[in-house]
């Protein structure tokens, strides 16, 4: 008898739902699963070619954790949802039965990188109070697929999560992928993933797989015939319902037996011999709706087929029982994407072009937003095509501030479909050319820019192009920066807002660049600002006001510094949000703590924490730069330390070319030299030899040539002088035996405290130097009296150390240890065991692990989240950044020996309850 008509075919059709040969990797994902009752997260990425069984593998995930009654969250990537920002992940969310989010959360997709970045943190947020509710586990295939902002959340949600019960089981393609998802991969590899590769299945796991599809036992014909599947699920799949369609197979007994020795049509045309079966209704819907997309869109397949959707019913259930077309979640999709790919190639390819283009004008016409179609009009327009142009510059800026690697992809196809316009393709050049500097493509933009500057253009065009060349460059050569800025203000007739920009931004780069820049910036400065109230571009102003701060202070005009700082943060403040520049607020709190006035700049930087909340990472990023050279300056070396650590993680999120981390890891490398820990020189790739010198005298210099790109880099422009640097050059010059150079470090300490009279860290440091130098110990003496009075412990410290004098050493001995300032510390004990004194620890020495080894501020944030915060809560309480809150978790957990949040909530009641 046919096995098609006889029980045997119903019963292959349930033998589908049987996974075979993956017993290792099934008994690998049911422990994952169970280490959630430990309250611990996981994750797991499984990679394959297509066909191997990856979706099949992640659908048993799900049904091992639903019947262990844990809570699921599935979906997957989608090739024509990839502009979509976070739209993989928001729509397993939105889908989950177990309402992760609620039904008015993050509906919409975000609209700039803000709200790209509060997102995520809405996402966490919500993710973290499901998961101390009870185990959440997150299966999402087609990785390859994804969205740029789901991929951003794969590469920082995992690691955020770590410590809650959130299992993460993923899976993707294996050969080439997007940058985007080989950063994902990476990212997830370093943060300790679990691999399943998966292989084509054994001989045994074909012959079993065999024999559920023919619900009998395979001869040896079959079984011989079912290894030419080479163990790859799919087309072993194919390869049995094809002889089984063919009728080429009869059981009796139990037994299947191959009746007809050669492979089926199926199997050498699967997809198109299955076409041919079906009506040239079902046909025609068939290879539209592989044009339009992964999933079948009934109302756009009637109006492209011009067929009534009651006609279109009957085709429908044609592919749907030729197995092209499944129903999954009440929606028809292809029944696997190489399915759709074979019908869509079938296709001639002008046929299919002009089907595609009538499928995005449709959309279009049925107010489908413009990203959303963005990549398929992409592929089909051809050069000259102002339409398209125009849609995908449209597209560019919507997705530049949430997705830009997706906005330079419009960009960048919009630059080549207006070749044949060279003007036109000109303007899209100057416009594009920051967003291709933001994700970390300079040269490519520096070979457009060239391009479209190699013949003439209107001025106007060529200026934007040159204002575009300089925002590039300033992020890799100052003085290239410098360069195209003069070549734009040399052209004649400038409107009077591109001039202003140009002008602001030479006078920026010119005071990034050396001494002679200083000078000239300072003697435009006046020009650029007189331009910029005619202009009435009041965020220019507000820069420039802080650049004239910033030259004042570095004339020693500290006074001047103050005031113009002062101007710029009023002009900053009177803009809308978003617009209003970081660097005069960010400058202020900096200016305030070198100059000893610590509490206030920390004030002033939880106030720019809140004010900055809105903009996400890109105005967070600058408060934590600026947070945790306060905190060194505090002496509080722990939370400069996790505050450090937070902005460079920020700082990986937002990709290349984000911000300049060079003060950051300079901030890291001044830690280490206090403490010793090997760790924080790695981080800030600076040797400790390097950076004392650097610290000395003209510090900034040299750390902007360490910083690289012809000039000091702005985030290391944004920290003045430190007025202790001439005293550490004072006392390194004695012991190198250059007496000339400590008496010009000497005089300049004298030539900034008359500068500037009333400030006491000026007249605490030239008294230091000048005691160094004469080796005057009244001098010395009253150098400490001074910094007593300022908020500097490790300076003071530092004075104490150079009297000598034993009670001093012991003074000196205690501030160390209280910053755990381990390495001076050492110090200071071995001079005192020289000088015949041997000094138990004045200060109890912090453990490196356990309860006690925790910092204040690791203490504070742990008994907030055991009481039940969550990170974003905590970080909205302590006016911190939700980064800054996982880096002190992550901190304490580690001291601990923990690694889940119901550990971290028992030891919060064990040492903080009172026994009765």
């Known amino acids: 008898m046919n096995a098609r008509q006889s029980k045997a075919g119903a019963a292959a059709e349930h033998g589908r739902h049987r996974l075979r040969g993956r017993q290792h990797e099934v008994a ?96 966490h947020e919500h993710l973290e109070r499901a998961a101390l509710a009870a185990p959440v586990v997150i299966v999402l295939d087609d990785l390859q697929w994804c969205d740029e902002g789901t991929l951003l959340a794969l590469r920082t949600l995992p690691r955020r999560l770590a410590m809650h019960p959130v299992a993460w089981i993923l899976a993707t393609r294996t050969g080439p992928l997007a940058p985007d998802v080989r950063a994902t991969l990476s990212a997830l590899d370093l943060s300790g993933a679990h691999l399943l590769t998966l292989a084509p299945l ?58 007809r020795r050669r492979l089926p049509l199926r199997f050498h045309a699967s997809v198109q011999h299955r076409l041919e079966q079906v009506s040239p209704s079902a046909r025609k819907a068939a290879q539209i709706a592989a044009v339009l997309g992964r999933a079948v869109a009934v109302d756009q397949l009637a109006e492209l087929t011009g067929e009534p959707a009651a006609t279109l019913l009957d085709a429908l259930e044609e592919l749907l029982q030729a197995d092209l077309l499944t129903e999954t979640g009440g929606s028809l999709v292809f029944s696997h994407d190489l399915i759709r790919e074979a019908v869509r190639a079938a296709l001639p390819a002008t046929l299919r072009r002009a089907l595609r283009r009538e499928a995005v004008d449709l959309r279009l016409a049925q107010g489908v937003p413009v990203v959303r179609v963005a990549a398929d009009l992409a592929e089909i327009a051809e050069p000259g095509d102002h339409s398209a142009v125009a849609l995908l510059r449209q597209a560019a800026r919507e997705l530049a501030s949430m997705t830009p690697s997706a906005a330079v992809e419009m ?30 493509q300079a040269g490519e933009a520096y070979a457009l820019a060239e391009s479209a500057l190699a013949r003439p253009l209107p001025v106007e065009v060529e200026a934007n192009i040159r204002l575009g060349l300089a925002l590039v460059a300033d992020q890799r050569s100052v003085s290239e920066a410098v360069r195209q800025s003069r070549a734009g203000l040399a052209l004649p007739g400038l409107p009077a807002r591109t001039r202003t920009q140009l002008l602001a931004t030479l006078v920026v780069n010119l005071a990034l660049l050396d001494e002679d820049g200083i000078a000239e910036a300072g003697r435009l400065l006046p020009e650029a600002l007189v331009a910029a109230t005619q202009a009435a571009d009041q965020a220019s102003r507000a820069t420039l006001l802080g650049v004239g701060s910033i030259i004042a202070e570095h004339r020693l005009e500290v006074h001047r510094a103050l005031d113009l700082a002062d101007q710029a943060v009023s002009v900053a403040g009177d803009l809308p949000q978003g617009e209003a520049p970081w660097l005069p607020r960010v400058w202020k709190s900096l200016l305030l703590s070198a100059l000893g006035q610590v509490e206030q700049a920390l004030a002033e930087a939880d106030d720019g924490v809140r004010r900055a909340r809105h903009l996400g990472q890109t105005g967070l990023l600058p408060w934590g730069m600026a947070r945790c050279r306060i905190f060194l300056d505090a002496g509080r070396l ?11 993680a920020m700082a990986r999120e937002l990709g290349p070319g984000s911000f300049d981390e060079a003060a950051v890891r300079h901030v890291l490398a001044r830690i280490a030299l206090h403490t010793g820990h090997p760790e924080e020189p790695d981080q800030g790739r600076a040797p400790a030899g390097v950076l004392l010198a650097a610290e000395a005298g003209q510090g900034r210099a040299v750390l902007g040539a360490e910083a690289g790109g012809g000039g000091r880099g702005v985030s290391l422009l944004l920290h ?79 004075a104490l150390e150079d009297t000598g004098t034993i009670d001093c ?29 041997r000094r138990a620890r004045t200060v109890a020495s912090r453990p490196t692990e356990g309860w006690d080894s925790l910092t204040a501020s690791e203490l504070q944030i742990v008994r907030l989240v055991a009481g039940g915060a969550t990170n974003r809560q905590v970080a909205e309480q302590l006016h911190l950044s939700p980064h800054t809150v996982s880096t002190h978790l992550w901190h304490a957990f580690t001291k601990l020996g923990i690694s889940s949040r119901v550990e971290l909530t028992r030891l919060v009641l064990d040492h903080d309850v009172p026994t009765r």
């Open 720 to 798: 003045p002088g430190d007025p202790v640097d001439e005293v550490v050059l004072v006392r390194r010059a004695l012991r190198a035996g250059d007496r000339a150079g400590a008496i010009g470090a000497t005089e300049f300490a004298e030539t900034r405290h008359r500068a500037n009279p009333g400030i006491p860290i000026f007249t605490a440091t030239a008294l230091h130097a000048r005691a160094l130098l004469a080796g005057d110990r009244a001098l010395l003496a009253r150098s400490v009296q001074h910094y007593r009075d300022l908020p500097r412990p490790l300076v003071l410290a530092a």
């Open 202 to 259: 054994g001989s045994r796991a074909v012959a079993a797989m065999t024999g559920d599809l023919l619900a009998a036992t395979p001869d040896d014909a079959l079984l011989e015939l079912a290894q030419r599947a080479q163990g790859q699920p799919l087309l072993l799949n194919e390869l049995i319902n094809g002889v089984l369609d063919e009728g080429a197979v009869a059981v009796a007994g139990g037994v299947a037996r191959l009746t």
């Open 28 to 123: 690998g994902l049911r422990a994952h699963l169970a280490s959630l009752s430990q309250g611990r997260g996981t994750t797991v990425l499984v990679q394959g070619s297509p066909g191997l069984g990856k979706t099949r593998l992640l659908a048993e995930a799900r049904q091992m954790a639903e019947e262990t009654g844990l809570r699921v969250i599935h979906g997957g990537g989608d090739p024509d949802s990839q502009t979509i920002p976070f739209g993989a992940l928001l729509g397993a969310l939105h889908s989950a039965p177990h309402h992760i989010l609620p039904p008015d959360a993050v509906q919409d997709p975000p609209e700039t990188s803000a709200s790209r970045y509060w997102l995520l943190q809405e996402v």
């Open 411 to 440: 960009s960048r196809r919009a630059i080549e479909l207006s070749a044949p316009d060279p003007l036109r393709q000109a303007a899209l050049i100057a416009e594009a050319l920051p967003l291709f500097s933001q994700t970390g």
């Open 638 to 648: 722990g939370d400069a330390r996790a505050e450090a650590e937070a902005v460079l």
């Open 809 to 837: 050493l012991d003074d000196a001995l205690s501030l160390y240890e209280q910053a755990e300032a381990v390495r001076d510390a050492a110090r200071v004990r071995e001079r005192l065991r020289s000088l015949g004194e």
